[in-house]
Nanobody, 123 residues
Framework: QVQLVESGGGLVQAGGSLRLSCAAS????????MGWVRQAPGKEREFVAA????????YYTDSVKGRFTISRDNAKNMVYLQMHSLKPEDTAVYFC????????????????WGQGTQVTVSS
């Protein structure tokens, strides 16, 4: 079993930045592909970004390319989502997610999920 705990959400003005963190435990971290998924009010969950076990591969949805960066620190069992140039449409609950391996990291097919952290971007 893998436990995921997100932190770093909050309220920020449009154009601002936030860094989300996700602490993982319960399995060899480098064996896990990690992702960030978000869900805006009244909308379905949306894939945001993903990273392979050793960080060699990263993936982003088009709407965040050039603004968000996913990274990981395997020594600390942490994954991060650095968000710049935030827009009101980025407002959502952001979930950290994990799965074994790196197949199918783009999308919502993850095995383990955190509880989410709220990001609110004001205009």
């Amino acid at each position: 079993q893998v436990q995921l705990v997100e932190s770093g959400g909050g309220l920020v003005q449009a154009g601002g930045s936030l860094r989300l963190s996700c602490a993982a435990s319960g399995r060899t971290f480098s064996s896990l592909g990690m992702g960030w998924v978000r869900q805006a009010p009244g909308k379905e969950r949306e894939f945001v970004a993903a990273i392979s076990g050793y960080g060699g591969y990263t993936y982003y949805t088009d709407s965040v390319k050039g603004r968000f960066t996913i990274s990981r620190d395997n020594a600390k069992n942490m994954v991060y989502l650095q968000m710049h140039s935030l827009k009101p449409e980025d407002t959502a609950v952001y979930f950290c997610a994990a799965k074994i391996g790196r197949v199918g990291l783009v999308g919502l097919d993850y095995t383990y999920w955190g509880q989410g952290t709220q990001v609110t971007v004001s205009s």
